[in-house]
């Protein structure tokens, strides 16, 4: 079975890598040279834990290829799937799909009737009815082309999350694949059958559910983080602590324990973007869903709420200087997009004297963007935090909360810490004399 990938980013570069370990021939394509010269050497361009072990391997194996041009593999590949981005649209917050029907426009321009027809596989996110409308763009481009002669068009919405994905494509909690023939159908039993092992779910369903069954597992995900985050606030009034609401309401089973963490909103390449795309497509379809637009605006109030807990916990910030640690949507990624710590950055530094920052992997990516002008880069946590007024942890890395907070202590002009990931014990604090600020913890 040989397969393309176009769109090598986090998703195209993490299936390919996997559907290669699972013994595939696979070829990933990016029209971004330069990361596919990086990649043609087995450098990796993302920052993805197990990531680069498993491309060198298979580079190795000579399952693994990478290349700038579709038609290099187009004519030996059974399946090209499409992981390119889907960002949001400034228009009207629905789904961009402007480089997805560049690739489509690619894959028609490259078909030939005499071969064997070509499954063509949506992994990035679409909005439903996507399939559709693909069907009918290649029938307009090139009308020779025949629906399930020359090619055929399935659904395949990804799961993975950053910081783990290797692991989330190998052991996924299911795979959904939205086919409308026996061909699709075959060609995506094979692909994942080396998941029958671990007797991963396979959910065969119809394209359209398919399509909307990522938007509505992103929807909900989020809802419960803007949920939690809302009865964080709750608990702040009333004297409650929030993590042990979490744990209540989370050890009944028909609720879970898991996305019941209290933060500073959620962010990232896809919840902020898919949930628009949610509601924009309960919009056009006059089926509104009013809970994710309201978790939409709790979201990004849910930013400005933090910048206002870190004035409430410092004081007049004028002639202060503030310590941030992480800057990452969550731990154990590069990817900056959307994270709340832009907006809580931008607003600080309006605000502050001196802003200092530090996240393990996420600067490269921070430092190409405009909020985060007039910030200090630090080498690392302690060097961040010396000599400021106060620190404010944004993203829960590993190596945060191991910190020496006696050190911190002695290392910060006034001993103020305030928390937004509650990754710290308030007793604990109390013991070493940190006036400490968490979230939903009063
Ligand atoms: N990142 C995630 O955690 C995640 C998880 C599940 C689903 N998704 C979805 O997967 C899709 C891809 O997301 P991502 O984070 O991997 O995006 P990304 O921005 O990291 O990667 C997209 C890649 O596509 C390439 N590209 C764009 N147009 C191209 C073209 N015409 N030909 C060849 N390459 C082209 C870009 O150069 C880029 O390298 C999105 O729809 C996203 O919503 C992402």
Redesign the pocket.
Known sequence: MNITI???????LVSGACFSEFGFNVTC????ID?INKLKDGVIP?YEPQLEDLVKKNIFANRLHFEND?SKSFDISDSIFI????PTNSRDNSANLI?VY??IE?IVSLINIKNKPKLIVT????PVGTGQEIIKLISNLRPELKLYDHFDIASN??????GS?IEDFMRPDRVVCGVESEFAKEIMQKLYRPLNLRETPILFTGRETAELIKYASNGFLATKISFINEISDICEKVGADVQQVAKGIGLDGRIGSKFLHPGPGFG???FP??TRALAEIGKKYKARSRIIESVIDINENRKLNMVKKVQDAIGNLKNKSISILGLTFKPNTD?MRESPSIIIVSELLNMCKKLRVYDPAGMDNAKKMSEFNGVEWCQNAYDCIKNTDAMVLITEWNEFRALDLIKVKTLLKQPIVIDLRNVYSKEYMQEVGINYVSVGRS
């Not at 992981?83 to 889907?86: H, I, K, Y």
């Not at 992994?123 to 679409?126: A, Q």
């Open positions: 176009v769109g090598a980013g986090y998703v195209g394509v990016d029209k971004d990361k993302i579709l992981a390119v981005g889907t480089y560049k690739v690619e992994k990035s996110t679409v919405p990804e799961f993975l999350r950053e994905a990232g390449s896809c973007k898919d990817d």
